[in-house]
């Protein structure tokens, strides 16, 4: 697949360049053009000093301490309002004591020196454009960049891949790697650790063993890492086209320990009744598995069915099939709700994901709940909803490995929220 480079982009390297210094797209931006797909974000690495830049971009913000300016640059859909390209000084970086963050930033005089601070191969490539003009459109083709010639320096046309940790190779073969030593990247930032899980369900890429084993040796230290900066990676990961594998690897490389631990309660509690003798017949393996088969794209009802039944291992009583776990909807609603602050959910979504775990367990029987049970039903919930219950109930079902998704009962419920929803009268009690 090829990648038209925005306008802005080039015009930015266009002016670093003019000015007499060094300028290369970099990080997760070569990677995903070099894999041929389109960047979210646009990263370039520059020679020039924060100063220097904000000197060739007077317009420019600089209110960091870690050497990214800014560019601001019309843009081109609507001249009124502008789009903000990061240019960030060639760095390395000193001691992180807090494994957060580096006691102190360094500017670096070579590209060398700064892809070597970098997280994984795959994000540690540079590319640099030559011989273009932005009044032309400038495309780039990354079939022809990750070719079966692999090199530490690469030409192709009219412009350069810088590849000094064998993030080609790494990309050719589907593996999260780290960059130099694992164990001393995660001690940098112990964040990293989540994003290799994150780039291993995003990008379908198997995690190298040594770094797999050095996020075992190291996955306390998450525990330095802000709520926040967990929560965004654990959103993406969530969101990915493959949220159970990802959950699956931070279970087994110790990190769901620091994120949520309450899920680690639930692995070889076993279940009930049907489910005792089924392929998931483990609250663990119950939780991952609707996750999995849940058919909705949302953030909270995605957590909604991987939170659904969490409160089981509180309430179990007994054991084999005819154990019960009375009330575990109303339980796991509360805890559901105290891990979602405590990782900084935003309000919306706490209360979404609770009201869709407390209600998981609402009954409905053809014969025995009519139209007024159906209004209470969308009282209790809302009827914006509604759609999203039945999504829970549905990967709650096929995470019990039932065959069918959606049985005659559950298409029949779904038949009277269409026809009790026409209505214009108010639900009754």
């Keep these: 697949m090829s990648v038209k480079i925005p306008k802005n982009v080039l015009k930015t390297i266009a002016g670093l360049e003019k000015a007499g210094f060094e300028a290369y797209i970099v990080g997760g931006c070569a990677r995903d053009l070099i894999m041929g797909n389109k960047p979210k974000d646009w990263d370039i ?10 000197k060739i971009f007077p317009e420019s913000v600089y209110e960091n301490q870690f050497g990214t300016v800014g560019v601001k640059m019309k843009n081109k859909e609507d001249e009124e309002t502008t789009e903000i390209i990061e240019v960030t000084t060639y760095r390395i970086e000193s001691k992180y004591s807090d494994k957060r963050h580096p006691d102190k930033i360094k500017f670096a005089k070579t590209l060398e020196e700064d892809l070597s601070r970098r997280d994984f191969t795959i994000n540690a490539m540079a590319i640099k454009i030559s011989n273009f003009s932005i009044q032309k459109e400038f495309v780039l083709s990354g079939q022809s960049l990750i070719s079966n010639k692999i090199s ?74 802000s709520q926040e900066r967990i929560r965004d990676e654990l959103e993406k990961i969530i969101l990915s086209d493959y949220p159970t594998r990802g959950i699956e690897i931070l279970h087994q490389t110790g990190l769901l320990w620091s994120i949520i631990p309450e899920i680690e309660a639930s692995y070889g509690v076993m279940q009930n009744r049907h489910h005792y003798y089924g392929p998931y017949n483990t609250v663990y393996k ?3 598995a609707s996750l999995e088969k849940c058919p909705s794209k949302k953030l909270g009802v995605r ?25 575990h909807e109303y339980v796991g609603a509360r805890m559901v709700e105290k891990i979602l602050e405590r990782l900084k959910f935003p309000r919306d979504i706490i209360e979404k994901v609770t009201l869709l775990v407390k209600n998981h367990m609402f009954y409905y029987n053809v014969d025995e709940v009519g139209e007024a049970g159906v209004r209470r039903i969308i009282k209790k919930v809302g009827l914006e909803n509604i759609h999203d219950l039945i999504d829970v109930r549905i990967a709650d079902r096929l995470g019990s490995g039932v065959p069918k998704a ?12 269409e026809k009790v929803s026409q209505d214009a009268i108010s639900v009754k009690q």
Aim: zero cysteines; glycine letters at 4%.
């Design 286 to 288: 119950h939780l991952l």
């Design 45 to 54: 690495t520059t020679s020039a000093r924060p100063e220097e830049i904000l």
């Design 303 to 327: 957590l909604a069915a991987l939170l659904h039944d969490i409160g089981k291992p509180k309430v179990k009583k007994g054991e084999g099939e005819k154990a019960t776990f009375y009330n």
């Design 152 to 225: 530490k320096f690469k030409t192709v046309k009219n412009y350069k891949l810088i590849d000094l940790y064998g993030g080609q190779r790494d990309i050719k073969n589907k593996i999260i790697q780290a960059v130099g030593k694992a164990e001393d990247r995660f001690n940098e930032d112990a964040l990293r650790m989540m994003r290799a899980v994150r780039f291993a369900v995003t990008l379908n890429f198997e995690i190298e063993e040594k770094t797999k084993n050095a996020i075992k040796e190291k996955a306390k230290n998450l525990k330095y890492i």
């Design 406 to 417: 959606v049985p005659y009962k559950l298409r029949h419920f779904k038949y009277m929220v």
